[in-house]
């Protein structure tokens, strides 16, 4: 299947690295491919939008907010936002695009937060928590800055997907363990080693449940209706009626 010949491209790195994740070299080619690629434009930002519904008036952390695009959908929307990122390249891209006053800081998802406790009615965690080894003390400080009943949204690689490539390189799969996958990505002509952490569905929700969430959505959403369209190729061999892939999978939480 032409879409998913290669495992898709990710937001925002969360865990600093001399040799892994390196965004602030790639951040102008990555943040201009992010714009319009299927995955981004056409599959998972229309798809996290949908489950923020209605956003107006409410405080939102944007964790991992990259180069600002969701960011500027939810402020368009009315939402009150604040975005952090470990890359201060991103950061740069997303202060071009959402200008001077947007609320943009660095931070590393990996360590504390900058902010008070339930600062925010709700986190998005977009394409961020796979470059994390260890969820434990990142969804706890998320719990910490969510008002009771406030909600986190998180997208993040399938972890079938992840095993159905595994299975196609002729690697033998090991869904049942946490463990970590490198690719190679070029961006606007720099090339980085991408460094991400797969782990099973089970050990995502007993860590969302042990950090004090309740899980009220697991969603495989469809992809927008217009990327058949822009797309020909990548939906070749795709019926015509089909409107999914395995690609992210989705999840909305409520702080306990």
Not at 86 to 108: K, T
Not at 199 to 204: F, V
Request: proline content about 6%; overall charge negative.
């Amino acid at each position: 299947m032409p879409l998913m010949s290669t495992m898709p491209e990710q937001q925002v790195e969360a865990v600093s690295s001399s040799r892994f994740n390196d965004y602030d070299r790639m951040a102008e080619g990555y943040a201009a491919e992010n714009e319009t690629s299927l995955l981004n434009a056409y599959y998972e930002r229309p798809a996290m939008l949908e489950l923020a519904g209605d956003v107006a008036g409410r405080r939102i952390l944007d964790a991992g907010c990259g180069s600002g695009a969701l960011f500027s959908e939810l402020r368009d929307r009315g939402a009150i936002i604040t975005g952090v990122d470990s890359s201060v390249g991103m950061l740069e891209q997303a202060r071009e695009r959402l200008g001077a006053e947007a609320d943009l800081q660095v931070a590393d998802l990996a360590g504390p937060l900058p902010f008070p406790d339930e600062a925010f009615d709700d986190v998005i965690a977009s394409l961020v928590l796979h470059y994390l080894e260890d969820w434990g003390p990142t969804l706890a400080e998320l719990r910490r800055v969510l008002k009771p009943g406030g909600r986190l949204l998180i997208s993040i690689d399938h972890p079938f997907s992840v095993v159905f490539f595994q299975h196609m390189a002729g690697e033998k799969p090991k869904y049942f363990e946490t463990r970590s996958r490198t690719e190679e990505w070029t961006k606007g002509g720099q090339t980085v080693q991408m460094k991400f952490w797969n782990r099973p569905l089970h050990a995502m929700t007993e860590a969302f449940t042990a950090a004090g969430f309740r899980i009220s959505v697991i969603s495989e959403p469809p992809f927008a209706p217009e990327a058949r369209e822009l797309f020909p190729e990548e939906f070749r061999e795709f019926e015509p009626t089909r409107t999914r892939f395995l690609c992210f999978l989705f999840f909305v939480l409520e702080a306990g």
